[in-house]
């Protein structure tokens, strides 16, 4: 956690200096679970937010922060063998991960219709999990590195405001237990500019 | 006015990116009925082989597990069923049931059923709600809701089947081993319909998922 604050007070630093604009960017993210994390929760997700906010450090990149919330739930009637002992019950899988990043983006040029870019976003996950079998409860919780490359659209509109859509594939990587949490989002919402 | 008309647009854009963000964010368990928290739990011996034994002697009450001081408040309702529905599992299995052991000799197995019950109580914390439509604010803000803590309290009954190998008695320990058993836990306050639905389906799956008992 240290190094985080570190880097963030340098970008921030930057940003003071060099910011030309900003906008405060909030979605509603759908998730879709892969790999490791598939295995566990699959299907989409249908509960999500992320707030973000971008400082312009040049005609075509900014840095700036993101927040998300994704909640993964599933549940399952399953039996499960350990060793000499079986369990049979619903079970009850459910991850909240919370990625807070920093994030780098670069926009290309883009019409009066679409502006697409693509960013690349880096920081911690905090996850999460809770395994529910019948009335019995397995809690964990864990903070994980984590990268999130994204590309993106924003509508710019007549109201002024920017629909922004994005998708990012979300990385945390394992924290010593097998625990890697990968994950496909689909963020939609909208962007106000000079928020800040 | 253009500043303003902005203001709302972004404002109620808000309010409904808002309103479907924290739409159960954190959601409930996705179990509605007190037979979804049925846990059925068995464990065997992995030393022991199942299909050598053949005759076996069901104990003809079941224990009420209970607390030294405490009164006996489970019901003896569903005694019978429970205890019938083990034995109509053993027969399936091809096991012999011995009910009266004067001249036969001992019985390869012995099965004994216990129940106990036990209350349960703390506490859970109802998340808030953030945002959302509300008529009196301006468009695009809600109230905080922070949330609430409730006490909860709830009862779980168990059903305990252990299975002993008579054969194997350790006269100077003054011990049977047991070579399986399964614990069936679940919510009780159900209906007395569902409640001996549960109990003939549970047993029967602590049956189902050892398939190494039979013979």
Known sequence: MKYITIILLIIMSSVAV??????????YDVSIPTGETEKLIS???WRGMGLEGRWYTGKNTSLGFAWDWNVFQETVLTTVDFENITVTGNQVRNINAFPFLMTATYYFKGGSVVQPYVGLGGGVYFVKK?????????????WQWGLAPEVGFLFPMDLGFNILLKLRYNYAFDAGKGDELSYFGINVGFASIELF | MK??????????????????SFWSCYPDSGLTSVADHDVIITQYDPDTDYSTFQTYFLVDSIEHIVPEGEEDNIT??????????????????NYQRITDTTGVGLPDLAIKVSVTTTKWQGWSWYPG?????????????????????????????SVLIDMLDLGAYIPEAEVVPVIWVAGID??????????????????????????????
């Open chain 2, 129 to 157: 709600w953030w945002g959302g439509w509300w008529g009196g604010y301006p468009p695009g803000w809600g109230p905080w809701w922070p949330g609430y803590v409730v006490p909860t309290e709830f009862t779980t009954g």
């Open chain 1, 130 to 142: 809770r395994l529910n079998i019948g009335i019995y409860s397995l809690d964990e919780d864990t």
């Open chain 1, 43 to 45: 299907g989409v997700q």
């Open chain 2, 3 to 20: 500043f303003l008309k902005n203001y709302y647009s972004g404002a109620a854009l808000l309010s409904v990116i808002t309103a479907l």
């Open chain 1, 18 to 27: 060099q910011a030309q604009s900003s906008f405060f960017g909030m979605t």
């Open chain 2, 186 to 215: 679940g919510l009780l306050g159900d209906s007395r319909s569902n409640t001996v639905y549960r109990l003939d389906r549970n047993i029967d799956q602590s049956f189902n998922q050892s398939p190494y008992l039979g013979r």
């Open chain 2, 76 to 93: 003896r309702e569903f005694d019978q069923q429970i205890l019938d529905r083990v034995a109509k599992n053993m027969t399936d299995l």
